[in-house]
């Protein structure tokens, strides 16, 4: 009988070389009888860090600065209330029944208002795919560009939640350096020239180019045009994924990709920052041709998209100041930025570095030379201050030095005790590597199957993500 590769299923008749040959018995029987039977794509799944953490943060001595979590309470959640309600009093024939796959009409003609804030004026509704959140849309447009083995390139750091997308998809993923101005134009042409030289099917790139989810980074007016430029140099497809980009603190929101280039960029786009998570309602913007397959993707996955939510976003646009409650959110999330970035100027120890974020949810912290975000954790929660290690933003497990802090949900005061606590814990760590020199921790890193290195210019397959971020 020949051998199946780790992780692969095998499929009815094809256990035995013959008929009534006997069924191997399971690897783990007493764990899982059923773990000869998994499909190969769920290979390296891992439960998440942050919902492993849930029981501790939700504790209220422990500051979170972990998860992306936004102030719904800053909503007027009377007039929303009455509003949801007289959906279902008023119209319940319509919002408590099947809808359409592609989504609601009315709601993609406002979806196209929003877009037209970033600079997008020529889209039309009938491009509009409505999704169960931006998270949906991303695992849609894999599903439907993506073949196991294909190339994606990401960010290094990258979103964890398209991390595990990408995984799933038995994708490989090659990171590409940034810095504080966001992509590195140059670093993704060599990337580019590596896979074509390598003959690597590169199916897109995937990129947060506003207030960048882990990094905090925004990609700057120059480096948009030179993205432009190379996708269509090298004919490459670009997933433009834009959850923050109308939380700007600093400035009016920047040009999308999109609105350079409507046939290079697939925009991905959700009301989770600026409404409502808990409403589930994101949308892609796409090419006719695109939409068609999107559309029966969607069909195939959950039928369409939750009628409720969509009339509820809908009547919200129509009916509320809407423009006025985003600005109402960035202030909110400005303040509570400030209050981070000043509680980390004045309490962090020497060789401590971070972004300094002008919009959106996070910072994205470098610890001194020698420390592990990971290994730290525990001591970390134990001192009732949580964060989300590095490591879980990159496909090939890097990321030890770094954690990110998210300053999106808790208030200000709490903000500056978690940063507080959090430096003693820095501290801590140094003082334990200063006595003993350097630290052993002993602990064993797995070793993933295929074409794996470390660095922000290697392949990974598939990726892994370990980490979990509230849905988009």
Not at 202 to 228: D, S
Not at 282 to 301: F, I, N, S
Request: aromatic content about 8%; overall charge negative; some cysteine.
């Amino acid at each position: 009988m020949a051998t199946l590769p780790p992780g692969s299923s095998a499929g009815p008749g094809q256990q035995g070389a013959h008929r009534g040959a006997p069924h191997p018995s399971p690897r783990h029987p007493r764990l899982d009888p059923l773990a000869d039977r998994y499909a190969a794509r769920t290979h390296g799944m891992k439960s998440s860090e942050i919902r492993a953490l849930f029981s501790v943060v939700s504790r209220p001595e422990v500051v979170s600065l972990a998860g992306g979590m936004p102030a719904v309470t800053a909503l007027p959640l009377d007039a929303v209330g009455s509003m949801i309600g007289d959906l279902v009093s008023g119209m319940g024939a319509q919002t408590l029944q099947y809808g359409s796959g592609q989504g609601d009409p009315r709601l993609r003609e406002r979806i196209c208002d929003v877009m037209a804030l970033e600079g997008i004026t020529d889209a039309s509704p009938s491009e509009v795919v409505v999704t169960v959140g931006s998270q949906q849309g991303l695992d849609l447009v894999t599903r439907v560009f993506v073949d196991p083995g294909d190339v994606i390139l990401a960010e290094a750091p990258s979103y964890v939640g398209a991390l595990g997308v990408f995984q799933s998809a038995q994708a490989r993923v090659r990171h590409v350096a940034m810095d504080d101005d966001g992509l590195i134009p140059e670093a993704l042409e060599e990337a580019l020239v590596e896979c074509r030289a390598n003959g690597d099917r590169v199916k897109f790139l995937y990129t947060v180019p506003n207030f960048h989810n882990p990094a905090g980074v925004t990609l700057t007016e120059p480096r948009r045009e030179a993205i432009i430029a190379l996708a269509e140099k090298y004919d490459l497809l670009v997933i433009e994924d834009n959850p923050y980009g109308l939380l700007g603190f600093e400035h009016e929101p920047m040009r999308a990709l999109r609105a350079r280039n409507p046939e290079r960029v697939i925009y991905l786009g959700s009301f989770s920052k600026t409404f409502s998570p808990g409403l589930r309602v994101g949308w892609v913007l796409a090419p006719l041709a695109v939409r068609e397959k999107l559309v029966l993707a969607t069909e195939a996955q959950v039928l369409c998209p939750p009628s409720l939510t969509q009339y509820a976003v809908a009547r919200y646009l129509d009916t509320q100041p809407w423009r006025e409650q985003i600005k109402t959110f960035a202030e909110l999330y400005r303040e509570r930025r400030d209050a981070c970035l000043e509680s980390l100027s004045a309490l962090m120890p020497a060789g401590t570095t971070w972004t300094r974020p002008d919009g959106g949810f996070y910072v994205w912290l470098k610890l001194p030379h020698g420390l592990d975000a990971k290994l730290m954790q525990p001591r970390a929660v134990n001192a009732l201050v949580a964060y989300v290690p590095g490591i879980g933003f990159y496909a090939d497990g890097s990321g030890q030095e770094y954690m990110r802090l998210s300053y999106c949900y808790p208030e200000p005061d709490q903000i500056r005790e978690g940063v507080r606590r959090l430096a003693r814990v820095v501290e801590a760590e140094l003082d334990l590597h200063s006595t003993f020199d350097a630290v052993d921790t002993g602990t064993f890193r797995a070793v993933r199957p295929g074409p794996e290195t470390t660095g922000s210019g290697t392949i990974v397959g598939p990726a892994t993500s370990n980490v979990y971020e509230g849905g988009r």
